[in-house]
């Protein structure tokens, strides 16, 4: 008699298990990436709001400060300079917008990049997955030599 659990039904019931512990696998790894991404594009979007909205305030409050500014020195000059004190706010508030554009591009080069941990992550399971290559073993000094 053959014992049942060395039958080929038993095979199938193994492989099937495998298989289906495989697929859990999978389906666990990928569960904890799609948790991984989901919390670094939150956290991103967070940052980017908190930062959109106090960069608004700044640029509000300091567009006051600047054109009280303009107006306090243009008011002080007005009898004796006021063409060339209108000139020269004119011409540093330029300076100064040119400087703040050529800034905010060189931030947003330098940001890094979007959801970098997750992409580690991912690129650390596919090379964990990926079958290791195989080194052939060396030949023989006797199979080398005529």
Same mark, same amino acid.
């Given at each position: 008699m053959t014992n049942p659990s060395n039958g080929p039904s038993s095979q199938g019931r193994g492989l099937g298990a495998s298989l289906q512990g495989l697929m /859990?696998?999978?389906?666990? &790894? &990928?569960? !904890?990436?799609?948790e991984?991404?989901?919390?670094?594009v939150e956290e991103e979007k967070r940052r980017l709001l908190? !930062?959109?909205a106090w960069g608004?305030? +700044?640029?509000?409050?300091?567009?006051?400060?600047?054109?009280?500014a303009a107006v306090f020195i243009t008011v002080l000059f007005w009898d004796s300079h006021r063409l060339?004190?209108? +000139?020269l706010m004119t011409m540093t508030? +330029?300076? &100064?917008?040119?400087w703040a554009m050529h800034r /905010?591009? /060189?931030?947003?080069?330098e940001s +890094?990049?979007?959801?970098a941990a997750t992409l580690a992550e991912l690129d650390a399971d596919r090379h964990a997955l990926m079958p290791a290559p195989t080194v052939p073993a060396p030949a023989d000094e006797a199979e080398r030599k005529p």
């Open positions: /859990a696998t999978v389906l666990a &790894i &990928i569960h !904890t990436r799609l991984l991404l989901v919390t670094e908190a !930062t959109v608004a305030v +700044g640029v509000l409050v300091g567009c006051f400060a600047l054109a009280f060339l004190v209108v +000139g508030f +330029g300076l &100064i917008s040119a /905010a591009k /060189a931030l947003l080069r +890094g990049q979007m959801l």
